[in-house]
């Protein structure tokens, strides 16, 4: 089966460079009409400049694609609603939105400043919910929307020198978990990509040879099932190089421990049981987890009664 995007309108932020243009590009290729958001500043956020995004405009035209530039600052909820409201008065509805933007500051904690932290947390968080914000409304009255978070494995799995932006991109797959319960009803689909790949954000820590491998087309290539009609719910995809996988969250089925017994020498001694692997489970709410409690205390108690 084709995936295609004729007559559907897409958001891609930071889409001047890297994966952004590259999600861009394809979106347009298979028929997206596409808003290419870049505030055109350096690795680091600092600076601005719209030529890059109006070169992704360009090519996009020249293949006879439609596409518009924004320069909106994804942190800045004024901006990112003049993007949005534009595109709704060219275009009449926004069907997809690419969260990609993102910035790097990266220094061990403890050289960290305050304002490093936060300036990243700003951009990946609250770009995301910005941008989200923005158009959540818009996919509701259509009864349709799809939205791609980016996380990455350094916030998944953590990464030296980079405490602020492992914490911002563990911070989009938390928001990522309640909307997609919250946006069901309403046929909006919320995923995330965890993406490795050779652009400005990386080409200083891998070789040449190695950036090139990890070409930003083949995060593409698997961003784009996670945006279609088809597009799963709740899913993390983990892409680079040519290999796809996903990522979950298992919680392990654990132990009840009565309250006349409860202590931490006793959690300390159940703990084979508290980690065993059989019967454990991806959640698909919070509730799920207190809901197990429950039932595990419910059991005891029906033990203590026969």
Known sequence: ???????????????????????????????????????????DGSGASSAASKEVVELIQAMGGEAISHGANVANFDEVQDMVQ???????RVDILINNAGILRDKS???MTLDDFKLVMDVHVMGSVNCTKAVWEIMKQQNYGRIVMTTSSSGMYGNFGQSNYGAAKMAVIGLMNTLVLEG???????????????????EDLMPEEIVKAFAPEAVTAGMLTLCDEAAPNRFILCAGAGGYSSASIF????????????????????????TAQDNQQALVSGAQQGEKFIMKAMAFMKSQQA
């Not at 534009?86 to 009449?92: A, L, P, S, V």
């Not at 069901?184 to 990386?202: F, S, V, Y």
């Not at 919680?251 to 508290?274: H, M, Y």
């Open 1 to 43: 089966m084709t995936i295609s995007f004729a007559g559907q309108v897409a958001i891609v932020t930071g889409a001047g460079n890297g994966l952004g243009r590259s999600h861009a590009l394809e979106l347009a290729k298979r028929g997206a009409k596409v808003v290419v958001n870049d505030l055109g500043g350096a690795r």
């Open 86 to 92: 534009q595109t709704m008065d060219k275009w009449g």
């Open 109 to 111: 904690f403890s050289k």
């Open 184 to 202: 069901a009803k309403n046929n909006i689909h919320i995923n995330a990509l965890a993406p490795t790949a050779g652009t400005r954000m990386t």
């Open 251 to 274: 919680e392990t089925d654990g132990c009840f421990i009565p309250t006349a017994k409860q202590s931490p020498e006793a959690v300390r001694e159940n703990w084979p049981k508290l």
